[in-house]
DNA sequence: CTTTTAGTGCAACTCGATTGCAAAGATTAT
DNA sequence: ATAATCTTTGCAATCGAGTTGCACTAAAAG
């Protein structure tokens, strides 16, 4: 697992109080996390400078959005090396019990066949039902 | 192809002016529709009738929503037969440069193998690229 | 016809997202 | 080291899609 300076190193963002801070809950959280979500957790961080770190970490592929059709767009860290492409692709899990999204990391997306001169850049994919934990 | 009025009385929901209207526009556009694209379409109706109307619509499976990153939510009427449960999942196309998004009904969707003890419910699959017409 | 229930239009409101701007901090040039 | 320049941050204001309360109208039931 790599450190915060470590993923800012790598990614050519200049590292910042609030950048640090930023990474850091997202590396620790299990579950993606929404702007409203990192504003609670990090009581003195203003919103609108969460706002713009993600939109930085995003377009340096340092984390990636989902949307889960929660309403609110969730974050979550990218796998290390990925690019954001098509070969990044990855399911998400939305559980409908207990609110959770997460990455399926683990779950092999199926090459998708689109039709005739159809080019794939990328796609949101969220899957809905019930975690482990939740189906018992 | 049905009419209106036939999806009406197939799914037991009322025939309105509001509801036929609605459900015609729908039915024509080739591409999934915002509220805010009907609303421009139907002009002499309320955006909150509208609104309800697809609220109305989506509970009784005459269409389903797509979350296609836009920040709007789309509407696109279920196939004949639908019941929007898993079986029924399809993959959407949203193009990143005419900004179309409409469903992939013959694009078959893999069976997912979701990991052990969760349970599917339902997936919202939005794949993103190029449509056949902006790729040239 | 009268009563009851359902649908519609309008205005107001919610809330996540986004922006303008000035102050603070960091970097570069003199 | 100091001044000029660029970047980041905090605060307040704004935007816009979605949603709701309420009164009015239309349709269904009695
Ligand atoms: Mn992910
Ligand atoms: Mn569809
Ligand atoms: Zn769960
Ligand atoms: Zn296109």
New interface residues.
């Given amino acids: 697992m790599q450190t915060e300076e470590e993923i800012l190193k790598i990614k050519k963002v200049k590292n910042t109080a609030v950048r640090t801070v930023v990474l850091r809950h997202l590396l620790n959280q299990e579950k993606a996390q929404s702007l409203k979500d990192i504003e609670n957790a990090l009581a003195y961080t203003d919103r609108s400078s969460i706002f713009r770190t993600l939109k930085t970490f995003e377009e340096n592929k340092i984390i990636h959005s989902i949307?889960?059709?929660s309403g609110m767009t969730k974050y979550a860290v990218c796998a290390e090396g990925c690019n954001c492409d098509p070969k990044d692709l990855h399911?998400h899990?939305y559980c409908?019990n207990c609110n959770k999204t997460f990455c399926?990391f683990?779950?092999p997306v199926?090459k998708?066949?689109?039709?005739?001169?159809?080019?794939?850049?990328?796609?949101?994919?969220?899957?809905?039902?019930?975690?482990?934990n939740c189906?018992k």
Wanted: aromatic share 10%.
């Fill in positions: 949307e889960d059709g399911y899990f409908s399926l683990d779950l199926p998708l066949e689109l039709p005739k001169n159809f080019k794939l850049q990328q796609a949101n994919m969220v899957v809905k039902g019930l975690c482990d189906n």
